[in-house]
């Protein structure tokens, strides 16, 4: 069974920096593409970014595509959110989400992942 653990949230200034990591445990991490999704209070659940299997076919929500970077690290067995020029509208907890699939596109919705983080809060203020 695949176990997801967010850790790196907090609370920043805008503008400033916070890097998220997810550990994976219970099957082989490269054969899982991954995702990152936030939900503020009040709203739907949103894609932020995700990554196949083998580090390919990275892609981002609009708004965070000049700010967000994602990464894995296969050895480790962990995936990465490092997020730049953070804005309040970046707000919500921030989930690592996990499907399998080493290659092609990871898909943007949450429904096509079936393993999933507790959650990390991130809290932006102006």
């Known amino acids: 069974q695949v176990q997801l653990v967010e850790s790196g949230g907090g609370l920043v200034q805008t503008g400033g920096s916070l890097r998220l990591s997810c550990a994976f445990s219970?099957?082989?991490?490269?054969?899982?593409?991954m995702g990152w999704f936030r939900r503020a209070p009040g709203k739907e659940g949103e894609f932020v970014a995700a990554?196949?299997?083998?580090?390919?076919?990275?892609d981002f929500i609009d708004s965070v595509r000049d700010r967000f970077t994602i990464s894995r690290d296969n050895a480790k067995n962990k995936l990465y959110l490092q997020m730049n020029g953070l804005k309040p509208d970046d707000s919500g907890v921030y989930y690592c989400?996990?499907?399998?699939?080493?290659?092609?596109?990871?898909?943007?919705?949450?429904?096509?992942?079936?393993?999933w983080g507790q959650g990390t809060q991130v809290t932006v203020s102006s």
């Open positions: 219970g099957r082989t991490f490269s054969d899982y593409a």
């Open positions: 990554i196949n299997g083998h580090g390919g076919n990275i």
């Open positions: 989400a996990a499907e399998r699939l080493q290659f092609g596109v990871p898909p943007p919705f949450e429904k096509e992942y079936n393993y």
